[in-house]
């Protein structure tokens, strides 16, 4: 559904409703093998096994990943003409092996009435796929030992929340069933009747519509300056994500909405002090990217003592003495970041990257995987997009594009699949799955199998239901054009370093600290600086009223009747996130049997 109608695109909020909905199937279809052939019947840990890989494989294959990089590699061949002058430009920078450039394997690409299974698409595809899928793998792996290192202090010393495992870990619970709660049943059945009705309205317009999951923009109530720069602001109600609210610390839902309208509120001052001209201002993105990458400095920093202890234990100590509860041994950990970082800037360098652009590229983009990943085990945050402001982006704004060679550029180019934005980042999923296999009592090495497994799977899986998909339907060129338009005004226009851009960015990161510091000293401090981080982006333009309300809920139950009343109320909320999933799975799937685009509750 994602990739032929653009909806239901469910890796881009953390919490990934098509494998929420797999999993609630697999426990009612365990239901009946408990009963009837008991022999057969999945125990809890393969439950949350599957429902970990499945969150792996759907991110990979997801609408930040796979579904922008298939349509990126025949894309600069495909559509080169003398007028964008592609062919001089950067074409003969790509490297072999990376892209498509045999027009008979890609025009039946985009044209579609046509079938990848013969034998010059297979072959045509086949290096392509190899390569960016070991790309991919090594990624992922790398990944996966930085949270062999960290996993302790935060899951086990630090013993941080992950909010967003408490719904599988409910679900699979017998010992106190989810689905025995009356309040679960109650908001389960308004949040699937919400999108049962909002599906009808879509196929027959009679049927009214209720007000959720549709965007209503208010900026025409602020027609004059200087409020009318406040720009899009959409109101919308969303059950799940006030359910996702409830479950997040009390400051960081006040921090999501508070500053998204501190945001709003810059921009109104900016037009008053004259300065709307400016279109960036207040350089939210800038201020983001820097919040995120303090993020991760922060994290690291917090960890340095258990860090520093892993590296000499993996350095210096025998693996047979480390302590067996860990998915992997230090040692090896270390060996797998290693070879994975060698690797990365072997592939790099055969693309004729200059190396130090390459090592401030992994740099920075594993400084965000850390700081996403830490963000998400503390607070359970529905989203970190960033959209449009990974490295490549912030590295050529800031420093200038005459700072790096073609090659460096159109590298750039091929590495936007995962940098578009960042909600889909593995790398927290990955660590949510260590966490669950301990909660579940999972022997935490033979669930780092089923993840090591799942990422080439996934990513092979994922290539081939795009190409089998789009030589059916065709296609129109999608990510593909941004991407290389892209690149082509980076080589056209040449730019030189922003002090502007880097202000910004610096700004973000200070603020970030002062934030962090100001929150270690002041207890009652109601202001996060993962609010402050998240709030710029473009999701919290949609979710930032369901907040609100999840915000006013949670603050007002709490006053009123304590922890003991928020934890007997979770429940409720827990269904308003299950029954929104469960109608919202079964309308793209209804789209997937149809053919025909269908309610998408996230829209």
């Known amino acids: 559904m994602s990739l032929m109608f653009g909806g239901g695109e469910s890796a881009t909020i953390n919490l990934i409703y098509n494998v929420v909905f797999t999993l609630l199937i697999l426990i009612s279809g365990n239901l009946v093998l408990r009963r009837y052939w008991p022999q057969f019947a999945l125990q809890r840990s393969e439950l949350l096994t599957i429902y970990v ?27 080169a003409t003398p007028e964008n002058e592609w062919s001089v430009l950067f074409n003969q920078y790509i490297p072999n092996g990376l892209a498509i450039t045999n027009p008979k394997v890609f025009d039946d690409f985009y044209s579609g009435n046509s079938t990848l299974y013969t034998q010059e698409h297979i072959q045509g595809w086949l290096k392509p796929v190899l390569v960016w899928s070991v790309f991919l793998s090594t990624l992922l792996l790398l990944m996966a030992g930085i949270n062999a290192l960290l996993r302790k202090q935060w899951t086990e010393q630090e013993k941080l929340s992950y909010p967003l495992i408490q719904l599988p870990l409910e679900m699979t619970n017998v010992s106190r069933s989810l689905f025995r709660n009356r309040l679960m049943w109650i908001s389960f059945t308004i949040a699937f009747g919400i999108n049962l009705l909002n599906g009808f309205h879509l196929l027959i317009p009679s049927i009214p519509r209720v007000i959720s999951g549709q965007q209503y923009d208010i900026n025409h109530l602020f027609s004059q300056k200087p409020y009318s720069a406040i720009g899009w602001t959409p109101v919308s109600i969303y059950p799940f994500a006030i359910g996702i609210a409830f479950l997040m610390p009390l400051d960081l839902s006040f921090s999501c909405w508070g500053f998204y309208i501190w945001w709003k509120l810059q921009k109104i001052a900016g037009s008053a002090l004259g300065i709307s001209g400016i279109p960036q201002f207040p350089y939210a993105d800038e201020q983001s990217f820097g919040a995120y990458i303090s993020l991760g400095l922060i994290a690291l920093w917090l960890t340095k003592k258990n860090l520093w202890h892993a590296i000499q234990q993996g350095l210096f100590n025998n693996p047979t003495t480390e302590n067996n509860t860990e998915p992997i041994f230090y040692r090896w950990a270390l060996g797998l970041i290693c070879i994975s970082t060698i690797l990365l800037l072997g592939f790099c360098l055969y693309a004729q990257m200059s190396l130090w652009v390459a090592i401030c590229f992994f740099v920075l983009f594993f400084l965000l995987s850390i700081g996403f990943t830490r963000i998400r085990a503390e607070s359970g945050i529905l989203f970190h997009d960033l959209h449009f402001t990974g490295p490549d982006a912030v590295m050529v704004k800031t420093l200038g594009t005459r700072r790096f060679t073609t090659s460096d550029l159109t590298m750039f180019s091929f590495f936007f699949f995962f940098n578009r934005a960042h909600t889909s980042n593995p790398m927290p999923h990955q660590l949510e799955g260590f966490k669950i296999a301990e909660r579940a009592e999972i022997s935490a090495s033979k669930f780092l199998i089923a993840i090591l497994i799942t990422i080439p799977v996934a990513s092979l899986a994922g290539f081939w239901a795009y190409l089998h998909g789009v030589y059916q339907f065709g296609s129109n060129g999608s990510f593909g054009w941004g991407v290389f338009n892209r690149l082509s005004r980076w080589i056209n226009t040449p730019t030189d370093f922003d002090s502007v851009s880097t202000m910004f960015v610096l700004l973000g990161m200070i603020n970030t600290i002062l934030l962090a510091i100001i929150r270690w000293k002041i207890i009652w401090w109601p202001l996060s600086p993962i609010g402050y ?5 473009y999701t919290m333009n949609i979710f930032w009223l369901s907040f609100l309300i999840g915000w006013i809920i949670k603050g007002v139950l709490i006053q009123q009747g304590g922890l003991k009343v928020h934890r007997r109320i979770q429940p409720l909320f827990l269904g308003l996130i299950l029954g929104e999933f469960t109608m919202g799975s079964l309308w793209s799937l209804i789209s ?10 996230i829209d």
Not at 592 to 601: A, E, H, L, N, S
């Open 53 to 79: 890989m499945l969150n792996i494989a759907s991110v990979i294959a997801g609408h930040f990943i796979l579904q922008i990089l298939v349509p990126t590699l025949p894309h600069a061949f495909r559509f």
């Open 533 to 537: 981080a998240i709030s710029g982006s």
């Open 592 to 601: 997937v049997i149809t053919g025909k685009p269908m309610y998408d509750f």
